[in-house]
């Protein structure tokens, strides 16, 4: 399904220019061979461009549309009209001369086979080329000496001849290459798994490039390289009969995705890396605006602009009303099929971390209701209503560690979950509770926060994973869950300790609020009894104020058969979600309480 969605995607950018069809591909350039008529050698283009790197002014060979490169994994084999000087002159520095003459033959059969009835000017002066060309005395050449060094860097070299600026530009030259194509494409058919229709099985499959953490030259998406993998006596990609041309279909589409139209400069809009996993995405209709929005979506940033745009649009959705994205003049299909693939780096070859498919209106609905989870009472200074995915999974990094990456395996579960709607993954949970527990006990007070994204992430977790209904937005004065009644407690017990003692550095949430909310049986003794010390401090009227709003907290506790009120020995993983949340609901509301004070009395 994956090979499918990628091939149909591929007919959509060929219809429109944006990628080339079978038989074609890109590579990157440096020289051009001028030839005259007769074969000769006439000089040495320069072909590279002048780009800015930082404060620097660098060379870069030019990307090209070439005849589809073959891809090389050992041995000798020639590509068409586009090769190294290995192949088009026989001459590299590698120090192997009969080597680099083996391949010079390659190419020169290569190239006599398939313009061999081909008449024109710039087809005649190749072939007489290849047949007068004597690599041995490649390094006396005069019109190669100035660039020499350069030549046999590595770089890839071209013809320009025949009246034509480069010889693949030439209209019979290209009828002669696709002639060529089609005819090996013929010498063994087979049924393609893609298509359905008869084609030649691609052997080797072109290399999928720019993954972070793959190999620079590209890794595979399907290949066999051990009899292990076999099955059948089918050697490499035989295994998995792929055709040719949905083979070219796939990979065209998957490396336009990854890196945009086959540049390596700007990267591409409609990719996304998350952890070591790099998700791409596209619309079955193949048009952009859907990617557009669905980027916006899940990475709208800190942008006011996109954070109000996103809430009429999510708005719309949920009231049924049709959506209008500002600059798009006809409204998006809720309808249209929207694909979502996550690929991670294996060695030499690439893993499906994931593959989602539903209508664009299904993704957009999971991804609001997740936000809707997520939506949690912030502080004045926070405006963000819709946090991005990496925003969420940022709440999870340790801030101190050289490497600050979320766990691969849970970001690319946690995007998977946002799309479809399905639970959350629990290592979600359990890295925001460890994170909030090892920040507890650092020296560094900058780092002791329960912010409000992670206060969402428990959130949005107990109600899709637990079914919690009575994890609220804000302060709830009616739950009487124990965690989240302990909760409020702790954070009133700690502005009791604020109030007795202005400016203080540490209070007791620097030293017991581990320990509190896994074991309050414990641990709220010894608070209240600290209580009773800091509540003579205050003054009578706060001393009430206190005293009732803790007694109207202990009401909710219920009460053991043995009569009187204990608290509990040791609270489960969902009651500390529950105590975090209570804690940081009875925070967020004395907080606003006291911002509305200093306000009255300014």
């Excluded at 998977?416 to 509770?433: I, K, T, W």
């Excluded at 709220?524 to 104020?545: D, E, M, T």
Aim: net charge positive.
């Amino acid at each position: 399904m994956i090979l499918q969605a990628l091939s149909q995607y591929y007919e959509r950018l060929a219809d429109k220019g944006e990628v080339e069809r079978p038989g074609w591909g890109k590579a990157k350039v440096s020289y051009g061979l001028q030839l005259a008529e007769n074969g000769e050698l006439l000089r040495a283009v320069p072909l590279k461009q002048a780009v800015q790197r930082g404060k620097k002014t660098v060379l870069v060979p030019v990307m090209m549309a070439v005849p589809e490169p073959v891809t090389r994994s050992s041995g000798i084999s020639a590509n068409f009209l586009c090769d190294s000087s290995s192949y088009l002159l026989g001459v590299d520095k590698k120090g192997k001369p009969e080597r680099a003459r083996q391949c010079f033959e390659a190419a020169a059969k290569l190239h006599c086979q398939i313009l061999e009835n081909c008449s024109g000017k710039a087809a005649v002066s190749i072939r007489a080329f290849f047949q007068s060309w004597d690599p041995e005395q490649a390094g006396d050449c005069p019109v190669l000496s100035e660039d020499w060094e350069d030549i046999l860097a590595g770089g890839n070299l071209i013809f320009l001849c025949g009246g034509v600026r480069y010889a693949q530009e030439d209209e019979e030259i290209r009828r002669a290459w696709m002639a060529w194509k089609e005819k090996a494409a013929a010498q063994e058919l087979s049924v393609c798994m893609v298509t359905g229709q008869m084609d030649e099985i691609a052997r080797i499959h072109t290399s999928i490039r720019g993954i972070p953490g793959a190999q620079t030259s590209g890794a595979a998406l399907i290949s066999f390289n051990a009899p292990s993998f076999e099955s059948y006596g089918k050697e490499q990609s035989f295994n998995a009969p792929v055709g040719r041309k949905a083979m070219y279909a796939y990979t065209a589409a998957l490396n336009y995705l990854i890196n945009g139209k086959g540049t390596e400069e700007g990267g591409s809009r409609y990719r996304t890396i998350l952890g070591d996993t790099v998700i791409v995405f596209w619309s079955e209709s193949g048009e952009p605006e859907y990617q557009n929005v669905f980027m916006e979506m899940m990475d709208p940033g800190d942008r006011p602009d996109t954070q109000e745009l996103l809430k009429g649009f999510f708005q719309n959705l949920k009231q049924g009303k049709p959506v209008d994205i500002p600059g798009i003049k006809e409204k998006l299909s809720m309808a249209e099929r929207f694909y979502v693939l996550g690929i991670a780096p294996n060695a030499a070859r690439l893993s499906v971390r994931f593959f989602y498919q539903d209508s664009f209106g299904g993704i957009l609905r999971h991804v609001g209701e997740h936000y809707e989870r997520m939506r949690i009472r912030r502080p004045k200074a926070d405006t963000r209503e819709y946090p991005g995915i990496w925003s969420t999974l940022w709440e999870t990094v340790n801030k101190k560690s050289r490497d600050k990456k979320p766990l691969p395996h849970m970001a690319a579960a946690l995007y998977r979950s946002v799309l479809s709607g399905e639970r959350y993954p629990e290592s979600l949970y359990s890295a925001v509770l460890e994170r909030i527990r090892a920040e507890q006990d650092d020296s560094e007070k900058k780092y002791r926060k329960i912010t409000a994204g992670r206060a969402a992430i428990i959130k949005a977790y107990l109600i899709r994973n637990k079914g919690r209904e009575d994890a609220n937005v804000e302060l709830n004065e009616k739950n009487t869950d124990i965690g989240y009644v302990l909760g409020r407690e702790f954070s009133v017990l700690e502005a009791i300790q604020e109030a007795a003692n202005p400016g203080i550095n540490t209070t007791i949430k620097d030293r017991y609020f581990n320990s509190a909310c896994a074991t309050p049986g414990m641990v709220f003794p010894i608070l209240f009894r600290l209580k009773n010390s800091h509540i003579r401090k205050l003054s009578a009227g706060q001393a009430v104020y206190y005293e009732k709003m803790l007694g109207n907290l202990q009401e909710k506790i219920s009460v053991p058969d043995g009569g009187g009120r204990a608290y509990p020995s040791r609270l489960s993983l969902e009651e500390q979600g529950m105590f975090i949340l209570g804690y940081y609901h009875q925070t967020q509301k004395r907080y606003e309480g006291k911002v509305k004070e200093d306000k009255t009395n300014g």
